[in-house]
Nanobody
Framework: QVQLVESGGGSVQAGGSLRLACVTS????????MGWFRQAPGKEREGVAD???????NYADSVKGRFTISKDNGKNTLYLQMNSMRPEDTAMYYC????????????????????RGQGTQVTVSS
């Protein structure tokens, strides 16, 4: 059974940092594209970052240079380090994973990940 459980959300002032973690089960990190997306009230879902089975990463323009996605295969954990945060980063953040061997390019635009967590709220105040 596949499970994804996010943690690390909270409230931070602009310019601050948070580190999100997603502990998973039932997912092979060496075969699966994984990522983070976010959704703010009244706004469309936005892909934040993804990392493929080889460790190659991709970021939305809005977070490039500020956010870093990484994974620890041994700990079955996906991370999102968020620095220099802005009020517009406020959203519910979701960890997601796709089916094995499907490249990240296949889900990046649509964010049609097969699995996702319940989300963790991030609030950035000015």
């Amino acid at each position: 059974q596949v499970q994804l459980v996010e943690s690390g959300g909270g409230s931070v002032q602009a310019g601050g940092s948070l580190r999100l973690a997603c502990v998973t089960s039932g997912i092979s990190y060496i075969t699966t594209c994984m990522g983070w997306f976010r959704q703010a009230p009244g706004k469309e879902r936005e892909g934040v970052a993804d990392i493929d089975r080889s460790g190659r990463t991709n970021y939305a323009d809005s977070v490039k240079g500020r956010f870093t996605i990484s994974k620890d295969n041994g700990k079955n954990t996906l991370y999102l380090q968020m620095n220099s945060m802005r009020p517009e980063d406020t959203a519910m953040y979701y960890c997601a994973a796709h089916l094995p061997l499907v490249p990240c390019s296949a889900v990046r635009g649509s964010m049609s990940y097969y699995y996702r967590g319940q989300g963790t709220q991030v609030t950035v105040s000015s």
